[in-house]
């Protein structure tokens, strides 16, 4: 991993994910969290404000040390208790029917392979447990899907393997959840990075 991928992305990552624009659908896929919760791709804590009460422990997981780095106010400052438990989503070091729920905010666009990931994430899930997940992805528009297509290559590189046509509540179905909540739509932003999906889905 070069300079760029290791210093600057983490960097620029945290900067646009904090906007405040994307603040909403943060509180909004937080919302009913409770107990022992798993977070994939933990990133530099931006979810940390938003954690309910009921939240009693989160094992946080994110392969980038820069970010858990940027992350320390953030973990230091709540009053949930985080520990960080991996690196990799692809397996994780929790045992089976080990968590309440899930959390992934911006994870399944960059994840190498989402279908193991979301097998991972459901191992460790209890029966009825909930994976509370907010993603961009491919666009119900034809144009804007052209463009994200055409694009895709490019954001890959420059974002450190992110892709803008992943189907974030397909690939959750296909993992075998049922997705129970979803809301979808535009935020602000250039058009080919703003189509969301924010949803809740029962293990």
Same mark, same amino acid.
């Given at each position: 991993?070069?300079l760029?991928?290791?210093?600057?992305?983490? =960097?620029?990552?945290? +900067? !646009?994910?904090?906007?405040?624009?994307?603040?909403?659908?943060?509180e909004?896929?937080?919302?009913?969290?409770?107990?022992?919760?798993?977070?994939i791709?933990?990133?530099?804590?931006?979810?940390?404000?938003?954690?309910?009460? !009921?939240?009693t422990?989160?094992? !946080?997981?994110?392969?980038?040390?820069?970010?858990?780095?940027?992350?320390a106010?953030?973990?230091?400052?709540s009053?949930? =208790?985080?520990?960080?438990?991996?690196? %990799?989503?692809?397996?994780?070091?929790?045992?089976?029917?080990?968590?309440?729920?899930?959390l992934?905010t911006?994870?399944?666009?960059t994840?190498?392979?989402?279908a193991?990931?979301?097998?991972?994430v459901? =191992?460790?899930?209890?029966?009825?447990?909930?994976?509370?997940?907010?993603?961009?992805?491919?666009?119900? #528009?034809?144009r804007?899907?052209r +463009? @994200?297509? +055409?694009? %895709?290559p490019? $954001? @890959?590189?420059?974002? %450190?393997?992110?892709h803008?046509?992943?189907?974030?509540?397909a690939?959750? =179905?296909?993992?075998?959840? $049922?997705?129970?909540?979803?809301?979808?739509?535009?935020?602000?932003?250039?058009?080919?990075? #703003?189509?969301f999906?924010?949803?809740? !889905?029962?293990?």
């Amino acid at each position: 991993m070069g300079l760029y991928q290791r210093v600057i992305v983490p =960097r620029v990552v945290n +900067w !646009a994910c904090a906007l405040p624009p994307i603040h909403r659908w943060r509180e909004r896929v937080c919302a009913g969290l409770s107990g022992d919760v798993v977070e994939i791709g933990f990133g530099t804590g931006l979810n940390v404000p938003d954690y309910p009460a !009921a939240v009693t422990r989160v094992f !946080a997981v994110e392969p980038s040390d820069v970010s858990y780095a940027l992350a320390a106010r953030r973990v230091g400052a709540s009053r949930v =208790r985080i520990e960080r438990v991996g690196l %990799d989503g692809h397996a994780l070091a929790l045992a089976d029917e080990s968590c309440d729920a899930a959390l992934m905010t911006f994870t399944l666009c960059t994840v190498e392979n989402p279908a193991r990931v979301l097998a991972e994430v459901r =191992r460790v899930l209890r029966p009825g447990a909930s994976l509370h997940f907010l993603e961009h992805g491919v666009a119900p #528009s034809a144009r804007v899907a052209r +463009w @994200q297509r +055409w694009l %895709d290559p490019i $954001e @890959q590189v420059v974002a %450190d393997g992110c892709h803008l046509t992943r189907d974030a509540p397909a690939l959750v =179905r296909a993992a075998g959840f $049922e997705i129970v909540e979803l809301e979808q739509g535009f935020a602000s932003g250039p058009t080919p990075w #703003s189509y969301f999906s924010v949803g809740r !889905a029962r293990r």
